[in-house]
């Protein structure tokens, strides 16, 4: 039995080392699915090359695919995995950067990104760390706990804990965050507030990319809500 737990470890972890695929799985690590051919462009390979590594990535229970009519979109297939893959971008050498658009597309993903279902980058910890610092969220060791004082705040903020909670999943535990090298709220909260920051206008994704924009309403609303500064982002 530990000699074929060992040989799925091997599996998985050659899977994620090849690099046009760790290219694919770091594109889909913004939640959202997504045809062969748009991977295919974010890793600098072939459309019939990307479906061969996506097959293998299916076969191995990383990735999931859904079929809409003649085409199929491809995604990571739960939050363990992408758990997982944000954990190692947190201990891998930094990309060299070598053109303008790649340093612009690197300050966006630091500022603010996805991280599969919930907010990361530096404003997904400045969230964080204003909700530890309001006395919403409490902290130990491995996650993150609503306060009482938090369960009034995020009520008033229409957020449903409820369907959080009733999720099959972790609550809100901490997720490592690969740019900032501090934790920030993961889980089923984590998710849910990212869904209602989106409702809300206050950030926005952007084509093709995992980084989100914050918008002019968002700006007043992170302040005058969380007291966070995002004036020049």
């Known amino acids: 039995m530990k000699a074929q737990a060992n040989a799925n470890l091997a599996i998985v972890a050659s899977l994620v080392s090849e690099g046009s695929r760790a290219a ?10 997504h045809p062969a051919s748009e991977l295919a462009y ?5 459309p019939q090359t990307a479906s061969f590594h996506l097959s293998k990535m299916t076969d191995a229970g990383i990735v999931s695919v859904e079929q809409q009519g003649r085409h199929r979109y491809y995604g990571i297939r739960d939050p363990e995995v992408a758990r997982m893959l944000e954990s190692l971008l947190s201990i891998a050498p930094p990309v060299e950067i070598k053109s303008l658009r790649q340093a612009d597309e690197d300050r966006a993903i630091r500022s603010a990104r996805t991280c599969y279902d919930h907010l990361a980058g530096k404003l997904g910890i400045q969230l964080t760390t204003s909700l530890l610092e309001m ?7 491995k996650q ?11 009520r008033d903020f229409r957020l449903d804990l409820d369907r959080a909670r009733a999720k099959r999943r972790s609550f809100s535990h901490k997720c490592l965050d690969w740019s900032e090298r ?4 993961a889980g089923s909260l984590g998710s849910v507030l990212l869904e209602k920051l989106l409702e809300l206008k ?8 995992r980084a989100v924009r914050v918008t002019e309403k968002g700006k007043k609303g992170f302040k005058a809500t969380f007291g966070i500064d995002v004036e020049g982002r």
């Open 24 to 33: 694919m799985l770091t594109a889909m690590l913004d939640g959202r699915f």
């Open 202 to 209: 206050w950030i926005e994704r952007l084509p093709k990319t």
């Open 144 to 154: 993150f706990e609503v306060t009482a004082a938090g369960e009034a705040f995020f």
């Open 42 to 46: 974010m890793a600098g390979i072939k």
């Open 135 to 141: 006395g919403v969220l409490d902290e130990n060791h």
């Open 182 to 185: 501090r934790h920030h709220l």
